[in-house]
């Protein structure tokens, strides 16, 4: 499919690929566009307007327990986006997924803390609220399609003897059988956010639009200075959405209790306290509350284990220190965006937190030489037992790394490549 040129007469003609999103729908088709405030949505909205779309802006709010603090920037986003929609010339409305996001994400990210691990919420809030409540509101509103600001992008493949991913008729949005869709890296390798997308579909690929992702943030931002955008030089969001710019540990207290108790070093004595395992992440540098030690190299202090069953937090020192280094990890909840396992060619690699560059790796099933349970009570009381075969034995594989990573933390996302194709991943259970 060639591409599609978007023109204007004020503006320069900006080019929106067909691997925005695959297949690109005709001109005048409905599209609904999450219209978050900030600059990328705003740009992707105004690329497919002047495309020809009929587009109409849509505002989620996902969290509202402390709407006016002052950490909470959701009126001013609200603000930006309808500001934004006027500029561009569309429709907006506000809708609000408040519940289904504490339902569905919030409690599992409370529970994933609770049992010691560190979840990513941005995985699942887009798998369950951007492309699953999203979709299904815009689907309401007579669209086939939606687009988000996201840096990625989406590419319709044919296979010749069917759909790899068993469907026997393609997708339900009428491609063709045997049509199956990649999720794409952004091409700025320094905004890509595919890692946060890996747990989509078949089935929401073939509704997704990623006008943005052919494009560098910084031409983003010059489009939306050119244009006229109230948001051009808005800084863009970090951190957790619900959380915002407010201490972390201060907000996790008030869903989860204090449970303090001791913390060693790796030769097994007693350095300090901690406050409760679940305010750690492996890795942890700052808030552990330790200076160098008297007896120690002098060197930082990091986050290496923790155990449930004791309540006692490991820490060592030196940012190699052989404790935060892992040759393998195992994950379950598994989801592969085709819809099987992928091959291991020889040429998978991973990543095991986003910003992290690909790892070379082996994918593999589970471990057979040991029982690897979780720290707590498990997700869905998952258990990984001698014996298992297969890579999509019961959603769990492993992954052998040809160079030890670093700080490989349960409950984040272990996401697979194969160049620029990012074919899935699951949630770690443990390291080794």
Request: one cysteine or more.
């Amino acid at each position: 499919m060639a591409d599609a040129i978007v023109s204007s007469q004020a503006h320069p003609p900006v080019s929106v690929p067909a691997d925005a999103g695959a297949p690109l729908p005709e001109p005048g088709a409905r599209i609904v566009v999450g219209m978050s405030g900030g600059v990328d949505s705003s740009v992707a909205a105004w690329l497919l307007k002047q495309q020809g779309y009929d587009v109409v802006g849509l505002f989620m709010k996902n969290w509202e327990d402390d709407d006016d603090d002052e950490y909470c920037s959701t009126r001013q986003d609200w603000i930006d986006a309808a500001s934004a929609a006027d500029v561009i010339g569309v429709d907006i409305e506000a809708v609000n997924f408040a519940a289904e996001y504490k339902d569905r994400v919030f409690a599992e990210f409370l529970r994933e803390y609770s049992a010691g691990r560190t979840p990513n919420p941005d995985v699942l809030c887009n798998a369950e609220i951007k492309f699953k409540a999203f979709l299904d509101h815009a689907v309401s509103l007579g669209a086939a399609h939606i687009a988000t600001g996201h840096y990625a992008r989406v590419r319709a493949v044919t296979a010749l003897n069917g759909s790899p991913d068993g469907s026997p008729n393609g997708t339900p949005n009428g491609t063709p059988k045997g049509t199956r869709f990649e999720l794409l890296r952004g091409l700025d390798a320094g905004k890509d956010q595919s890692y946060f997308l890996h747990r989509l579909s078949q089935a929401q690929l073939s509704r997704a639009l990623f006008p943005i992702g052919h494009l560098p943030k910084r031409e983003v931002r010059e489009i939306a200075a050119r244009i006229g955008l109230p948001n051009a030089a808005k800084k863009d969001s970090t951190g957790i959405c619900f959380i915002g710019e407010r201490p972390f540990r201060e907000f996790l207290n008030r869903y989860l209790p204090t449970r303090p108790g001791p913390m060693i070093d790796d030769q097994g004595r007693q350095v300090g306290e901690h406050v409760g395992l679940a305010f750690y992440t492996l890795g942890q540098r700052k808030g552990i509350g330790l200076g160098g030690a008297r007896e120690g190299s002098g060197e930082p202090w990091f986050v290496a284990r923790k155990d449930m069953a004791s309540n006692t937090l490991t820490v060592v020192q030196g940012h190699q220190h052989p404790w935060l280094l892992s040759t393998g990890l195992q994950a379950e909840d598994a989801h592969w965006i085709a819809g099987v396992p992928p091959v291991d060619d020889g040429t998978l690699g991973a990543k095991t937190r986003y910003r992290q560059q690909d790892a070379a790796c082996a994918l593999l099933p589970p471990w057979a030489d040991e029982q690897v349970t979780e720290p707590a009570a498990g997700r869905a009381g998952a258990v990984a037992t001698a014996g298992a075969t297969g890579v999509a034995a019961a959603g769990r594989f492993s992954l052998r790394f040809a160079q030890p990573q670093w700080a490989v933390t349960p409950g984040q996302s272990a996401v697979l490549y194969r160049g620029e194709v990012c074919l899935g991943g699951g949630v770690i259970v443990s390291s080794r």
